[in-house]
């Protein structure tokens, strides 16, 4: 049962009781479906770390996906025995940061790109041409403390994230103070980005 072995003791005492060696056949399509769900995953990795530079696009992709695999394999050895623990503090952190992200992101989109016409396509290789992103990182970073200011987890809990709820925990608003903080503060530095370099 649950107790006993987690999430997959729950499905096997479900499923091996009611259907027997058909329980089996599943709980074993079920394990591997976890390999299929990750496969687009570890293959976009390649495709996603040639933004950091040009010349990583020389490496070829799989040596990216190989790198990629034994960072997630060195993760999940030591986290295995507390997998749910770990998994939900990993999802917590992969929301508060695209909470931060795409507030930069949309912020830049409605307010200085002015929608879609803002665009110049044929310049997304030309890096004298794109903004050196001097306001984003910027903005990220206040996205970060507002994030801390916000974030009620069992290891940490945030200044405002204790008046957000009741003692000891709080509320968590450390996605929606990470996306404010980041908005308020791309508002300001962008422009001044702009000034300085002109693009």
């Given at each position: 049962?649950?107790?006993?072995?987690?999430?997959?003791?729950?499905?096997?005492?479900?499923?091996?009781?009611?259907?027997?060696?058909?329980?089996?056949?599943?709980?074993?399509?079920?394990?591997?479906s976890?390999?299929?769900?990750?496969?687009?995953?570890?293959?976009?990795?390649?495709?996603?770390?040639?933004?950091?530079?040009r010349?990583?696009?020389?490496?070829?992709?799989?040596?990216?996906?190989?790198?990629?695999?034994?960072?997630?394999?060195?993760?999940?050895?030591?986290?295995?025995?507390?997998?749910?623990?770990?998994?939900?503090?990993f999802?917590?952190?992969?929301?508060?940061?695209?909470?931060?992200?795409?507030?930069?992101?949309?912020?830049?989109?409605?307010?200085?790109?002015?929608?879609?016409?803002?665009?110049?396509?044929?310049?997304?290789?030309?890096?004298?041409?794109?903004?050196?992103?001097?306001?984003?990182?910027?903005?990220?970073?206040c996205?970060?403390?507002?994030?801390?200011?916000?974030?009620?987890?069992?290891?940490?809990?945030?200044?405002?994230?204790?008046?957000?709820?009741?003692?000891?925990?709080?509320?968590?608003?450390?996605?929606?103070?990470?996306?404010?903080?980041?908005?308020?503060?791309?508002?300001?530095?962008?422009?001044?980005?702009?000034?300085?370099?002109?693009?």
């Open positions: 049962g649950y107790n006993a072995a987690g999430t997959g003791g729950l499905l096997g005492a479900v499923l091996i009781y009611h259907l027997g060696g058909f329980g089996k056949f599943c709980l074993v399509m079920l394990a591997l976890i390999i299929a769900n990750n496969c687009p995953n570890i293959y976009s990795v390649g495709l996603t770390v040639q933004v950091l530079g010349w990583i696009q020389y490496v070829p992709r799989f040596v990216w996906t190989t790198i990629a695999t034994g960072a997630y394999i060195a993760i999940a050895i030591p986290g295995y025995s507390h997998f749910e623990a770990v998994l939900e503090n999802m917590n952190f992969i929301g508060y940061w695209l909470a931060i992200y795409s507030s930069i992101g949309l912020t830049e989109h409605f307010f200085f790109k002015r929608g879609f016409s803002g665009y110049r396509p044929e310049l997304y290789d030309v890096p004298g041409k794109l903004p050196p992103g001097v306001a984003a990182i910027f903005a990220f970073c996205g970060v403390i507002g994030m801390v200011c916000g974030m009620s987890q069992a290891w940490w809990v945030g200044w405002i994230a204790l008046h957000a709820g009741e003692a000891p925990y709080g509320g968590d608003v450390g996605w929606e103070l990470g996306a404010a903080f980041s908005m308020v503060a791309y508002l300001i530095a962008r422009p001044i980005e702009l000034k300085f370099f002109g693009r």
